[in-house]
Antibody, heavy 114, light 108 residues
Framework: QVQLQESGPGLVKPSETLSLTCTVSGASVSSSYCYWTWVRQPPGKGLEWIGDIQHTGNTNYSPSLKSRLTISLDAPKNQFSLNLNSVTAADSAVYYCACSGNYWGQGALVTVSS | EIVLTQSPGTLSLSPGERATLSCRPS???????LAWYQQKPGQAPRLLIS???IRATGIPDRFSGSGSGTDFTLTISRLEPEDVAVYYC?????????FGQGTKLEIK
């Protein structure tokens, strides 16, 4: 059973960088088992696909976020991470990490506010 | 970018009834690279169906998926109160792997 857990600050100031880490158990981020994925959901709204990374390090990003987004792997720690810079209030959301669509973390609420 | 349009926006039915949810991609999603998710309030999404029609592990056979190209359907054959949720479709044929806007299912 693959389990994922998001971690990171719950409050980020405007113009700063939002950084989240997803810790994986039950599978290796170095395997081809999943596309390691980030999805977000603004309060009261629908799901938005952010991007993913494969075990090779290849990434796919949402075009609307691509200029501000980096997704990376940390194989020794069995983690993958999201960095989104120059954030605004529109980036406030619950951020989910997922193993393709099969397994999901519980989600981390991130609020962008001064 | 493939846009997914889900209908209806909200569906209100009684227990035991049949629910039919639609997902229409703006471009053909070949080979059924389409998934359905259930999201209950305060919870993460849960995979119901992948490849348009394959139930995920542990999903009751009341849930079924069908369709191809630009017309996909999620059917819940006998509604139970626990099925109250928002249902999303997602295409994973072409990046960005977009979601539909969701259908909210209410039980009368």
């Amino acid at each position: 059973q693959v389990q994922l857990q998001e971690s990171g600050p719950g409050l980020v100031k405007p113009s700063e960088t939002l950084s989240l880490t997803c810790t994986v158990s039950g599978a290796s981020v170095s395997s081809s088992y999943c596309y390691w994925t980030w999805v977000r959901q603004p309060p009261g709204k629908g799901l938005e696909w952010i991007g993913d990374i494969q075990h090779t390090g290849n990434t796919n990003y949402s075009p609307s976020l691509k200029s501000r987004l980096t997704i990376s792997l940390d194989a020794p720690k069995n983690q993958f991470s999201l960095n989104l810079n120059s954030v605004t209030a529109a980036d406030s959301a619950v951020y989910y990490c997922a193993c393709s669509g099969n397994y999901w973390g519980q989600g981390a609420l991130v609020t962008v506010s001064s | 970018e493939i846009v997914l349009t889900q209908s209806p926006g909200t569906l209100s039915l009684s227990p035991g009834e049949r629910a039919t949810l639609s997902c229409r991609p703006s471009q053909s999603v070949n080979s059924g690279f389409l998934a359905w998710y259930q999201q209950k309030p305060g919870q993460a999404p849960r995979l119901l169906i992948s490849a348009a029609s394959i139930r995920a592990t542990g999903i009751p056979d009341r849930f079924s998926g069908s369709g191809s190209g630009t017309d996909f359907t999620l059917t819940i054959s006998r509604l139970e109160p626990e099925d109250v949720a928002v249902y999303y479709c997602q295409q994973y044929l072409t990046s960005p792997y977009t979601f539909g806007q969701g259908t909210k299912l209410e039980i009368k």
